[in-house]
T-cell receptor, first 111, second 115 residues
Framework: TQLLEQSPQFLSIQEGENLTVYCNSS?????LQWYRQEPGEGPVLLVT?????EVKKLKRLTFQFGDARKDSSLHITAAQPGDTGLYLC???????????FGPGTRLSVLP | EPEVTQTPSHQVTQMGQEVILRCVPI?????FYWYRQILGQKVEFLVS????????KSEIFDDQFSVERPDGSNFTLKIRSTKLEDSAMYFC?????????????FGEGSRLTVL
């Protein structure tokens, strides 16, 4: 069974600070996705990374896929209260057959 | 923008009853999934469905569960003889399934409460 771990589990920061959250596994993934989930709603896709070492930027969010395709990071610059939410990583282990989710990092950005 | 839609948004049922959760995936997607999320816990994979059959299922997806694509648009999850521990948010997702576009698009979820 492939497992994804995320750290930290909880993070509370002030508006304007930078932060990095991590997604780690001992398994290799064909792709990895980051989602954000608001309470009572479904996860919303932020990005997909496919190539080892790949870096993608989405405004203030920077996503990196590890060279070995086993881990990923999400860096947020100048966090805003609107960034508050549960950040989930999900790994695709079988080219679309099964996506395994990490437990998430719950981010709270205080004004 | 196309989206995955789920009904009902909330269903309350008595223990032992059967429930059917419905999903309309994005029309040009080929892979369909059901996930569940017990309150405060992680998103758990239940089953994936491709080409009118189950392609993979988790250990959670036992004989109590079944999935069906009764027509060209709907994708359903049936839960027989519901138990208290089946209370959760159930998310449907669809995707194109290729490596380069392997992301999932989730519906808003169906909240199941078993009393």
């Amino acid at each position: 069974t492939q497992l994804l771990e995320q750290s930290p589990q909880f993070l509370s920061i002030q508006e304007g600070e930078n932060l990095t959250v991590y997604c780690n596994s001992s398994s290799v993934f064909s792709s990895l996705q980051w989602y954000r989930q608001e309470p009572g709603e479904g996860p919303v896709l932020l990005v997909t990374v496919v190539t080892g070492g790949e870096v993608k930027k989405l405004k203030r969010l920077t996503f990196q896929f590890g060279d070995a395709r086993k881990d990923s990071s999400l860096h947020i610059t100048a966090a805003q209260p609107g960034d508050t939410g549960l950040y989930l990583c999900a790994g695709d282990t079988a080219y679309g057959q099964n996506f395994v989710f990490g437990p998430g990092t719950r981010l709270s950005v205080l004004p | 923008e196309p989206e995955v839609t789920q009904t009902p948004s909330h269903q309350v049922t008595q223990m032992g009853q059967e429930v059917i959760l419905r999903c309309v995936p994005i029309s040009n997607h080929l892979y369909f999934y059901w996930y569940r999320q017990i309150l405060g816990q992680k998103v758990e994979f239940l089953v994936s469905f491709y080409n009118n059959e189950i392609s993979e299922k988790s250990e959670i997806f036992d004989d109590q569960f079944s999935v069906e694509r009764p027509d060209g648009s709907n994708f359903t999850l049936k839960i027989r003889s519901t138990k208290l521990e089946d209370s959760a948010m159930y998310f449907c997702a669809s995707g194109r399934g290729r490596r380069e576009t392997g992301e999932l698009f989730f519906g808003e979820g169906s909240r199941l409460t078993v009393l």
